[in-house]
């Protein structure tokens, strides 16, 4: 329960303090700042791999979970159990940001600016780029020390930067589908839930075109 717990407590963390920032971002008239909220997701992120990442991987996302365990990193058997664990984690998230702000219209939600194909790609390569980093300095169910949650927090504060504007960087299904769903935003959700996994499932495959035969698999 450690592993599921940690998972929890992670994305909970996650999602509480990124969705946060851009909620009172929201509700302040702008004092967080786009460049604040970038910060925001970047910070929280590589603080939680360094909490975590020897418990439970630090995955705090179903995407990331499901491309381990197709790079043979991770046992298919646990990935339902933690994706049940991260998605909780996110919506206790989104009803605590929803009790504290109720006269927030998104809570953090992700849209996109543009039509959902643009947008539909636009996260399938964000995610590629966020797992890219991940599956390679990683081991799937640890984290390898101080790189890391430098180099995974450094990808995300890079991306939410660029592309917050355009989609709000999801690039995590649990992610979009917690505050969305609190706050009835629902309208072009499915392209957050399917473009990070292709992203990520993506990223693996590119990872085993450019390394050793068993690059991508457990120990490596």
């Known amino acids: 329960m450690k592993k599921y717990i940690s998972e929890f407590i992670g994305t909970f963390s996650l999602i509480f303090c990124g969705t946060g920032a851009m909620t009172i971002n929201e509700v302040t008239g702008g004092d967080v700042t786009h460049v604040g909220i970038g910060i925001t997701w970047g910070l929280i992120v590589m603080a939680m791999i360094y909490a975590f990442g020897d418990i439970?991987?630090?995955?705090?996302?179903?995407a990331v979970t499901i491309a381990f365990a197709y790079a043979k990193k991770f046992v298919w058997k646990e990935v339902p159990k933690y994706i049940i664990a991260q998605v909780l984690g996110a919506?206790?998230?989104?009803?605590?940001?929803?009790?504290?702000?109720?006269?927030?219209?998104?809570?953090?939600?992700?849209i996109p600016k543009v039509d959902v194909w643009r947008a539909f790609v636009l996260e399938l390569l964000l995610t590629f780029f966020l797992m890219?980093?991940?599956i390679n300095v990683s081991t799937g169910s640890k984290e390898i020390g101080v790189i890391a949650g430098i180099a995974i927090g450094g990808v995300v504060l890079l991306e939410a930067l660029f592309a917050g504007p355009i989609t709000n960087a999801s690039m995590n299904p649990a992610r979009s589908l917690a505050p969305n769903i609190v706050s009835g935003?629902?309208?072009?959700?499915?392209?957050?839930?399917?473009?990070?996994?292709?992203g990520a499932l993506?990223?693996?495959?590119s990872c085993k075109l450019?390394?050793?035969?068993?690059?991508?698999?457990?120990?490596?």
Do not use: Q, R
Request: with cysteine.
């Open 132 to 134: 890219v980093v991940i």
């Open 56 to 62: 439970s991987g630090a995955h705090f996302n179903p």
């Open 202 to 205: 993506l990223a693996v495959s």
């Open 185 to 198: 935003n629902i309208e072009g959700l499915w392209l957050y839930i399917l473009a990070p996994i292709l």
């Open 210 to 220: 450019v390394k050793d035969d068993n690059c991508c698999n457990e120990g490596c």
């Open 91 to 110: 919506f206790a998230a989104s009803l605590v940001m929803w009790f504290l702000f109720p006269e927030s219209e998104f809570l953090g939600s992700t």
